[in-house]
């Protein structure tokens, strides 16, 4: 396989809980990304799936150079990611972009869409000469399937698909090498969830990028990644291919989010077994001992309280997870 | 009001891309587009204009000095001899309006331009950067909040001018100026502060960070026309209510005084005999509704403008 293109080792973001206002102490943390590792390869989509809370859009802030973070490494083409200042680091902007989640909020209402779409020309200029831009502008919109005569519209004149069209020609502007997307779907009807994520692989297929595909929902991913990591809490708790993952789930959480995507065929509706998960996620600021996932796992022993299981391929199974008793689905139904 | 936009404009000009002329699109163009349509806008820019005229040559409008007194005339109603009648000194009402239209319409304007620019600059700074700049501008802010106007307003005017001591009229005003200025600008602040903070927050602020936005093309691309609106609106309103503070002034005796004419300083005279001469006080009060309602109307028309979703 070729060198990865994003290389990040075990990342760690914590925010502060503070008190007070004048003398302001700090009385906890909140472990937003906790230890999370991951290779990104030109021309790939990893997905990144978890539930609200687990951290997923805090590591896209944070590869995003947006918040800096706690502890950990990232290296972009071999180089130090979060080591880049000025210049070095506005040029690396280049090549990297992100498609933010709701499209609603991510374009300002008072610049047109082609001030918005042209931006990213603004602030790079040594991209496209001044008079190429409007030209530029156009063909972007083209591009993401908008009528490039709609230049000088506002972004309430358009749908919420077509607005997160007009995001993702923004962040195409520069060409970048990987594009991250925080769930750029989930604040879409379903019948434009489809059209974008379609649009997405085209796109992939036509300028060779790579896709950091964060969403909340397996579902949504299957058809456009390559590769899929599972978060809970901070943490990686499961990684492999597509297949593996779909097919072979081995860490009880990646299997019970599996279960609750929806069966399109009602007469298989009901057959499957549904691993229901009780109970909420643990605050993030004081997570469990031991495996993260234990208050809420069918397969909890004491063992699991006590000893945080590492992300490593297991007995049975033929991809790493994170869990002590990681196995594939039919023995789960064995148990 | 136009001072925040002219405030704007400066950075904001500057790296507009030049398409061909025929083709410029953005917000101000379209802002400028739009209000040229708006009737609201051409009633509310002619009758200020008027006032500026006023304001500057008064001779213009009438040729009765505002400062002779005909005591005979004391409180006579208003005729052929004063359109407006004559006041309880036998000033002539209408030339008094008319020559007070310049020392109002400058503590209006200044006050109103010096509390906008000075509380939106603070209230940007502190809402965009946060921390301990935020923290220390808004305890400085709540100290001058914190001050009542009529005491403050008597401190600072007395201080620098001992009581009996005449004073030339345009340092006067300067005086009037600044003391509302520094009494007033903590509101503007917290306004801009508020808006700052919320438009900080959203998405499009988060996607011209990552294109690699410095913070002034974010503070002036992105934040500052998104909160623009609240401001202009408590701007257009201030502007009445600051020359109604200069009327307060000048009721105490440290504010404009005689032999410097204002429609303030008019009503502040006038007011105890609103039952035996009402068209004294009707008539500059007149003049101060219909400015304040030119300049509430053309901010109106501004804001309106200057939203998108509104066209």
């Known amino acids: ?335 | 009001m136009t001072e925040p936009l002219l405030a704007a404009r400066p950075a904001d000009t500057e790296p507009e891309p030049e398409p061909d002329a025929a083709e410029v699109s953005g917000l101000w163009t379209d802002a400028w587009r739009q209000l040229r349509r708006r009737p609201l806008f051409w009633v509310a820019s002619v009758i200020i204009l008027v006032l500026l005229v006023m304001a500057f040559f008064p001779s213009l409008f009438t040729s009765i000095d505002p400062r002779a007194t005909d005591l005979a005339g004391s409180g006579s109603e208003p005729g052929p001899d004063a359109i407006f009648g004559r006041d309880l000194q036998g000033h002539d009402v209408f030339a008094r309006a008319v020559y007070g239209a310049g020392p109002t319409l400058a503590v209006g304007v200044l006050a109103t331009l010096g509390t906008v620019l000075v509380g939106a600059l603070a209230g940007l700074l502190g809402g965009f950067r946060g921390g301990w700049q935020d923290s220390l501008l808004s305890r400085f802010a709540e100290i001058f909040a914190g001050l009542p106007f009529v005491l403050g307003g008597i401190v600072i005017l007395t201080t620098f001018n001992p009581p009996g001591q005449p004073v030339p009229e345009s340092r006067l005003i300067f005086q009037v100026v600044t003391t509302i200025t520094v009494l007033s600008w903590p509101i503007a602040m917290r306004i801009m502060r508020a808006a700052t903070i919320t438009a900080k927050q959203q998405d499009y602020v988060k996607a011209a960070r990552a294109l690699g936005a410095g913070p002034l093309r974010i503070v002036f691309r992105h934040i500052l026309p998104n909160t623009l609106a609240p401001v202009l609106v408590y701007a257009t309103i201030q502007l009445g209510a600051f020359i109604g503070a200069e009327a307060t002034l000048s009721f105490l005796g440290i504010g404009l005084k005689d032999p410097v004419v204002s429609w303030g300083v008019m009503i502040a005279e006038s007011q105890d005999r609103v039952a035996q001469i009402p068209h004294a006080i009707l008539f500059p009060a007149g003049f101060l509704v219909v400015t304040v309602l030119a300049f509430v109307m053309l901010g109106d028309a501004v804001r309106d403008a200057l939203d998108p979703r509104g066209r």
């Open chain 1, 1 to 335: 396989m070729s060198e990865p293109i994003l290389q990040v080792r075990d990342l760690v973001k914590h925010f502060p809980v503070t008190r007070g206002v004048v003398f302001r102490r700090t009385i906890g943390h909140v472990r937003a990304v906790d230890g999370v590792s991951l290779d990104l390869h030109p021309g790939e989509t990893l997905g990144v799936v978890g539930e609200s809370g687990c951290g997923k859009s805090t590591l896209a802030q944070v590869l995003m150079r947006l918040t800096p973070p706690t502890s950990g490494t990232a290296t972009f083409e071999g180089q130090d990611l979060f080591a880049k200042r000025g210049a070095d680091l506005t040029a690396w902007r280049r090549d990297m972009q992100i498609v933010l989640q709701d499209p609603y909020t991510s374009l300002n209402p008072r610049k047109t869409v082609g001030d918005v779409v042209g931006e990213p020309f603004d602030i790079h200029p040594e991209v496209a000469p001044k008079g190429d831009r409007r030209r530029r502008v156009q063909e972007l919109l083209e591009v993401v399937g908008l009528n490039p005569e709609h230049i000088r519209r506002y972004p309430h004149q358009f749908s919420g698909g077509q607005r997160q069209r007009i995001g993702i020609a923004r962040a195409l502007a520069l060409r970048p090498k990987v594009i991250v997307c925080d769930e750029p779907v989930s604040a879409l009807d379903v019948s434009i969830q489809a059209q974008v994520l379609n649009l997405l692989s085209d796109l992939q297929r036509e300028f060779g990028l790579a896709y950091l595909f964060i969403a909340h929902d397996l579902g949504v991913v299957r058809h456009l990644c390559d590769r899929v990591a599972v978060m809970y809490l901070g943490s990686i708790v499961e990684t492999g291919t597509a297949e593996e993952i779909y097919t072979r789930a081995s860490h009880p959480y990646t299997q019970a989010l599996l279960s609750s995507v929806p069966v399109p065929d009602p007469s298989l509706r009901g057959r499957r077994e549904a691993i229901r998960l009780e109970g909420d996620v643990p605050s993030p600021a004081d997570p469990p001992s031991g495996c993260r996932f234990r208050t809420r796992c069918p397969k909890a022993a004491p063992v699991c309280a006590e000893d945080p299981p590492a992300l490593e391929v297991r007995d049975g199974t033929d991809h790493p997870a994170a869990c002590h008793f990681a196995a594939p689905p039919h023995l789960v139904r064995a148990d």
